[in-house]
């Protein structure tokens, strides 16, 4: 039996020496138009980078040591040209330009794919490169020595593309990423790709979403990428990473049957249109165990797999079938590992598939053993039967050995149930004893009972906040330092004590960190008679995440930026709109003594608590150093700096560490008289009209904000603003009880001074600051009172009108005109609304 195999590499290779390893008999040619059969091509970036040092590493098998050791007949630089199916020949052409004719009893086609290269103007020019072999390497690694690239350009943000980003910044260069979508990485979610596009900006990645390339030119200082929008680009070196096209010409001309996705169409056993023809590798389309729709995968693992099934087949029959991949892939992308298996939420999405999700952020093994790293990760599954299709891990370390769990669940139609009784070695380094893939089950298995209703951030971003009430049950400590707007903080721990200022006649929205307090909180209002009730599904973590704006990319600055500093972040010069994403610098920390405290391991809060207490314990000038495993932690540490009035210095992470230094800096206590009689502001609220409440509230917190101690005192119709939302049931007497019916219940029933059309003037108001994301009465409330704006009410005004304590917030004190003297007293500016 003659066997002919066209392509070397992860198919035809393999699939060779299992032919030989299932018969000595066979006579077995390999065709490979290039020099290599054998190579890692999976490890080519990290060569450019210089993290595998030495070329040959790369290479697997020699065409000369693979040919002796499996009785192969390895002919490199020979092209397959042509194949005639009715004479089972193929015509070959040497490099020398020579050709024959050689006959076949068996055809294995593996010709792989090749790059994506767009009939572009100014394409060719000199330093634009393409990836996807050995030959594309070397030009790559050339140029880089040959030119000092400072500024590098890659097109498209696929693993290739992102991996590729880490080793031009590591070989010295400043990189962009440009990108027609609006995230990178198309095999998972936007929500998980956000937490990439967070580390990236980290790592000092520019980013460039949704722009497309129209041209690129050559200038005097290099090249220039022209975007469709007009902007202008410039780099020493552009990578071309949009992706790569099935080789089918080969197999389009001797007329084999291509499919709808325009691969080579193959049927359960690999076999094409041709029965003695057999394809597999990148070249092939084949049905996605979940969809049933045929689809293209470009993994090396996969091709292994089909390669070994494919060669038992041609040599004794089709008897094994192929069982399909689901995309299980991973990659590196600076210190993150992220990873995807099954179909994400978007493909389910598009494929008309019902699903649900599931999204949890976990430590990566127990979070008291040291270098517990966070890793987050989002799971789909059936409504139906809890049926697990897909999962998507973004995190550090561990992430490979849970994505390839999550892989064998999928692969053989398991469900979320299946993750709960998955039987994991645990040990503190390795994991925790509930482990992150059991959590996930978890769950996923109160979703689908019914246990929690589930609250997806875009289903939040676009709600009616109006309409619902959104906790915050977070410390007040974690609220104070950023919350969504509109959001009442009622921590989890003080729920069943408050839960009666949450109304129970409109659906009731939980947030929390990441998503657990949230559950708790929900589990409390449920068992206590609330109808509708969601948590906000991977928490605060999440949404803000996946709905910050993305910053403005800045220009490339003169100079390439060097390996060595390419993970230091400096805050400093953050705009309003990109306050949460990092830049980096080259600024260095001072050289000074830091206290230094590990706060690794510990979810959010824990590590702002422990940098707060820390703090304390400090004098004026001297510096902390705080290193924490919560990607949020050095954003929240700014924040909180900004609001106790400390000095933030610095930030950097390292290895999924982030380490911020900050600077103890204690007020100073003015002496003179001028600034002794600045202390305060009061407030005397006489009116409840909602325009003029809502100027009071607004004003006090001004006011506050600048450090100075507020008062406000409600009194007679003022006392409206501060009534309950949802008031208790208390005894009055007859006028008390009219005046009851006549005074607005609470402050939604509040009115304009002008314009009120019968409740109509209100209701817009409320509308149109909600539109224009400016925060509601009930939210400007809570913020004063989170910020300590003193609220005191009207004993005489509550007598007359027939007030109760038990109708007003928790928060008022209760006092008469001594007590508002005495603030008065102590402020400098005193108003009467």
């Not at 010069?573 to 600024?587: M, N, P």
């Amino acid at each position: 039996m003659k066997y002919i195999i066209v392509g070397g590499v992860a198919g035809g290779a393999t699939a060779a020496a299992r032919i030989r390893r299932n018969t000595e008999d066979a006579e077995i040619i390999l065709f490979e138009k290039g020099e290599y059969i054998s190579y890692a091509n999976c490890g080519l970036p990290y060569y450019i980078g210089g993290v595998i040092a030495e070329r040959e590493k790369l290479f697997v098998q020699t065409p000369e040591a693979f040919g002796k050791r499996f009785n192969i007949d390895v002919r490199i630089r020979s092209e397959v040209v042509a194949i005639h199916p009715a004479k089972k020949t193929v015509d070959i052409r040497t490099s020398d330009g020579k050709t024959y004719t050689e006959s076949y009893d068996k055809l294995l086609l593996s010709p792989g794919a090749s790059p994506v290269r767009p009939p572009l103007p100014g394409i060719d020019n000199e330093g634009i490169f393409t990836l996807r072999n050995v030959n594309d390497t070397d030009a790559i690694k050339n140029y880089l020595q040959r030119h000092e690239v400072k500024r590098a350009v890659i097109i498209g943000a696929g693993f290739i593309g992102l991996e590729m980003a880490e080793n031009l910044q590591e070989a010295g260069a400043e990189v962009a990423v440009v990108e027609m979508a609006n995230q990178v990485m198309a095999p998972i979610d936007f929500s998980m790709a956000s937490l990439v596009h967070e580390h990236l900006l980290q790592k000092g990645v520019r980013l460039y979403l949704e722009k497309a390339v129209a041209s690129f030119e050559r200038t005097a200082s290099g090249l220039e990428v022209i975007f469709k929008s007009g902007e202008r680009l410039p780099a020493d070196m552009v990578l071309l990473s949009i992706g790569v096209r099935p080789n089918t010409s080969l197999a389009t001309d001797a007329g084999l049957e291509i499919g709808e996705m325009r691969g080579i169409k193959v049927n359960d056993y690999l076999q094409t249109s041709d029965e003695h023809i057999y394809a597999v590798g990148d070249a092939i389309e084949f049905r996605h165990p979940l969809t049933g729709k045929p689809w293209l995968n470009y993994l090396a693992g996969p091709a292994n797999r089909q390669a070994r099934i494919v060669a038992d087949n041609m040599v004794f029959g089709n008897k094994i079938p192929y069982e399909g991949a689901i995309g299980t892939s991973i990659a590196k992308v600076f210190d993150m590992t992220v990873a995807t298996s099954g179909l994400p939420a978007k493909r389910l999405k598009q494929a008309g598939i019902d699903y649900l999700s599931a999204t949890i952020h976990s430590g990566s093994h127990a979070g008291y053993y040291p270098d517990a790293l966070q890793m987050s990760i989002k799971i789909t599954f059936s409504p139906a039967d809890g049926k697990l299709l897909g999962a998507q891990i973004v995190g550090y370390s561990g992430v490979d050995k849970r994505i390839d769990e999550f892989s064998q669940v999928i692969k053989h139609n398991g469900t979320v149930y299946d993750l709960m009784a998955l039987e994991q070695a645990y040990a503190p380094p390795f994991s925790s004893a509930k482990d992150p893939v059991a959590v996930t089950g978890y769950v996923a298995g109160n979703i689908l009972n019914g246990k929690m209703q589930p609250l997806y951030w875009r289903e939040l971003q676009v709600a009616d906040w109006s309409k619902v009430t959104l906790v915050d049950v977070r410390t007040p400590d974690e609220f104070a330092l950023g919350a969504l707007k509109g959001a009442v903080n009622i921590p989890l721990d003080d729920m069943r004590d408050r839960m009666k200022e949450i109304p129970r006649d409109k659906p009731v929205y939980l947030y929390c960190g990441v998503g657990l307090r949230g559950y708790l909180a929900s589990n409390i209002l449920l068992q206590n008679g609330y109808k509708e009730v969601k948590n906000l599904i991977g928490g605060l973590k999440l949404y803000k995440a996946a709905t910050t704006p993305l910053p403005e990319p800045k220009e490339f600055s003169n100079y390439g930026s060097s390996s060595s500093d390419s993970s230091k972040v400096d805050h400093s010069e953050h705009s309003k709109d990109s306050a949460e994403a990092y830049t980096i610098a080259s600024s260095v920390i001072p050289s000074m003594r830091a206290i230094k405290v590990d706060a690794c391991g510990i979810s959010c809060p824990g590590p702002i608590m422990k940098l707060k207490k820390s703090m304390e314990e400090l004098a004026d000038g001297e510096r902390l150093e705080i290193v924490a495993t919560d990607a949020g932690f050095p954003r929240d540490a700014e924040a909180w700096c900004q609001t106790t009035g400390n000095r933030f210095v610095s930030a950097r992470s390292e290895g999924g560490k982030y380490r911020v230094v900050v600077e103890k800096n204690i007020p100073q206590v003015c002496a003179t008289e001028t600034c002794k009689a600045d202390k305060g502001k009061t407030f005397i609220l006489f009116s409840d009209d909602l325009d003029k409440v809502l100027a009071t509230f607004v004003l006090a917190n001004g006011a506050v904000a600048t450090g100075e101690k507020v008062t406000i005192f409600f009194t007679f119709w003022g006392l409206n603003a501060i009534k309950k939302l949802n008031k208790p049931a208390v005894k009055k007497d007859f006028f008390g009880k009219m005046f009851g019916m006549m005074l607005p219940s609470n402050s939604l029933k509040l009115k304009l001074s002008k314009m009120n059309m019968g409740g109509m003037g209100s209701r817009m108001m409320r509308y149109i600051m909600n539109k224009k994301n400016i925060d509601s009465l009930e939210s400007l409330r809570e913020q004063a009172i989170q910020n300590g704006v003193e609220f005191i009410a009207c004993q005489m005004s509550m007598d007359v009108m027939g007030v109760k304590r038990e109708e007003l917030l928790d928060n008022v004190t209760i006092g008469g005109v001594a007590t508002y003297m005495n603030r008065a007293e102590q402020a400098n500016v005193n108003l009467f609304i």
